[in-house]
């Protein structure tokens, strides 16, 4: 067997099996519209069949959940099964793999001539006798089993080399990588399968199958509870799918995390990055340019009586932006605020404990870097205006903070005139941030991670402002993104692989 090249789901595994009446509206059955999402960037052909007599409103659900997600429809008729594998080697080729039908139930005869052709039959069927599978008929009792079960057999079909990935993140951002091809169910270039972990089957029994875990635990963040001193590794509330993956890997040392969740905890303490910021001074020896995180304080009462005089020890000027400690996983962690006036301070409101950090003016430009293994890409993007504009804007309406979610954008300096990409390209010093992207990947010890420069008016200091943990990096093409994320993946799982063989030695 040479892995699962194409899958046909049959009808009967896909419409729910409580409408009796033919001629009612039909709907999916669940677990159905999981597996087609899982599907459809797996980069295995995927198809639906369904047979001749089915009625025609049960087959227009199928036909239009087809087109969605951009697969074909073939109609098996028991009485012409040639003409049906005819048909799919027609429209999906000869190569090497094998075809998979997934079904409710069978008939022998009808399944040993699709087994004589090399198929694989998958049965989805809650209740079966033990001993009745073989090499060509596998028993499955939830929809939901199917992308681990063809993850196995691929890993059985192309050997040990080939490594198993199961990633954790949410739904918008794992679409977001999948459809550039980042999770692929056959094997990458480099031996790697990645497969989606899914909290409604058991996390113990997938993760026996599983030889690393990527993971974005800051989407399974319910709360941060919030103090004058944060710990966030006892102070971090997980869902309790991230709670079961957690004591799973207590128990089994053994079970490779892309990244430990104790190296992203600083990511998400705003408080400790600008701390661990600090530590770029020692790089500026090099350079006529200047790298340095912003000036900053953390607050924890904006009405505090010497907080005026605390501003100024920390060299914040007005005005200042000031973020909620908590840098992701919570709903208000993107609750932020621009201050123009010290007064304005005393009823802001921005969640607590706050940092107040520098505003620095950039020429409405921002760099975003990406770190993505031992490679660094960088693209040109709109950022906010200087100050001065800032304030014209804030003037009419009496100074007030302007509070804002930095999610959204906020408004560009129209009359700007925009600097071109080259120009924007000259200006950064690429080696002097090449070396603090270095530096702070050691920091960190993180596989994927991105942060922010901009480059300050009049002194040109190069200012770090955000870091964030496994971030999307959309603006690299795919045909590079993709290719270094796998790579990435792959040197950390050997990496932790051989730290692994020494300790034992």
Known sequence: MNGVKGIVLDASVLLATNNDDENA?????????????????????????????????????????????SYNCFVFRSSAIDNFISEVSLEWGENIGSYMHVVCSYKEEEISQLISSGWLITVLHVEYCPGTESPSKIFISKLEELPLTICHLNKKAM????????YLMKPSREEDFAKRGAFPLNPTPNGLIFVALNYELPISWQLQEIDGVLHKATDDIITVEMSSSLDFENKVTYTEGMQELQRYIKCHPDCRVIDPFSNIYPVLDRLKIQQILGGLENLNSKSCSKIRGPHFLKVVDFREPKLENKLADAQLSLPNIVKPQVACGVADAHSMAIVFKADSYKDLNVPLPAIVQEYVDHSSTMFKFYVVGKKIFFAIKKSTPNADTLIKLAVEKELKPLLFDSLKSLPVDKGNQQKSQNEDNKRIDHELVTDAANW???MLDLTIFGFDVVIQEGTGDHVIVDVNYLPSFKEVPDEVAILTFWEAIKEKLTEQQSTEAAILL
């Not at 050997?159 to 199961?166: A, H, I, R, S």
Request: proline letters at 7%; zero cysteines; a positive charge.
């Open 159 to 166: 050997g040990k080399e080939v490594k198993t990935v199961g």
């Open 440 to 442: 702070l990947r050691r």
């Open 25 to 69: 509206n039909p709907s999916l059955r669940p677990g159905a519209n999981y597996i087609l999402r899982k599907l459809q960037y797996s980069k295995i052909f995927t198809a639906i069949s369904y047979g001749p007599d089915l009625s025609a409103p049960k087959v227009r659900l199928l036909q239009e959940n087809a087109r969605l997600y």
